[in-house]
């Protein structure tokens, strides 16, 4: 079945550093992807997400490409802040529409 | 104004006993969905109803019982409840899949169920 794996946290980096979180996926089909984030005691928000091969979705400085060949979609920021410290989740939801799968989510925490 | 509401944000309750989540919609959407938070953080979906009329159950236990009144509103009532059931539960909505386009599922602020 379809699935989404994430690289395990948690991740420590001090504030204005580079961020790389690697997402893959398995999937039938053309699935959308995304990456919501969850901050401390909150609910999940979206970030950015992407429709098709070669998309690239953008937020608040996040990046991630919709990669077909590799069946990834990594997110990157180019400096992170302490505020940006929180639970990032890859997600797919399947070309048919209807729920969402998601990895199992890397804890970032930036540090001043 | 709070597009997706849940009630209550906390619920702590013994073993064995009954209770139930509300979760409100304010976005038109005609789709609505829960999720379970493990401990671990892993999120992972229970239910969908698509205007009231349940198109996705995983393999959940049937002491958990979705509700669905109106397109609006989607409850989860929980029988029998065990520690297992110690998560939080996210309830979502979005435009159904045969709207096409973007479907984003908005996402509401949760309710940790302690059970002890």
């Known amino acids: 079945g379809d699935s989404v794996t994430q690289m395990e946290g948690p991740v420590t980096l001090s504030e204005e550093a580079f961020l790389t979180i690697n997402c893959t996926y398995t999937a039938t089909g053309y699935p959308s992807l995304f990456w919501y984030v969850q901050y401390p005691g909150e609910g999940l928000q979206l970030l950015l997400k992407a429709t098709k091969a070669d998309d690239k979705g953008s937020n608040k400085g996040f990046e991630a490409t919709y990669r077909k060949e590799t069946t990834s979609f990594h997110l990157e920021k180019g400096s992170v802040q302490v505020s940006d410290s929180a639970v990032y989740f890859c997600a797919l939801r399947p070309d048919q529409g209807g729920k969402l799968i998601f990895g199992q989510g890397t804890e970032l925490s930036v540090k001043p | 104004d709070t597009a997706v509401s849940q009630t209550p944000k906390y619920l702590v309750t013994q073993m064995g006993n009954d209770k139930s989540i509300k979760c409100e919609q304010n976005l038109g959407h005609d789709t609505m969905y829960w999720y379970k938070q493990d401990s671990k953080k892993f999120l992972k979906i229970m239910f969908s109803?698509?205007?009231?009329?349940?198109?996705i159950n995983e393999t959940v236990p049937n002491r958990f019982s979705p509700k669905s009144p109106d397109k609006a509103h989607l409850n989860l009532h929980i029988n029998s409840l065990e520690l297992g059931d110690s998560a939080v539960y996210f309830c979502?909505?979005?435009?159904?899949?045969?709207?096409?386009?973007?479907?984003?599922?908005?996402f509401g602020p949760g309710t940790r169920l302690t059970v002890l």
């Open positions: 109803y698509n205007n009231k009329e349940l198109i």
């Open positions: 979502a909505s979005s435009h159904g899949p045969g709207r096409g386009g973007d479907n984003e599922q908005f």
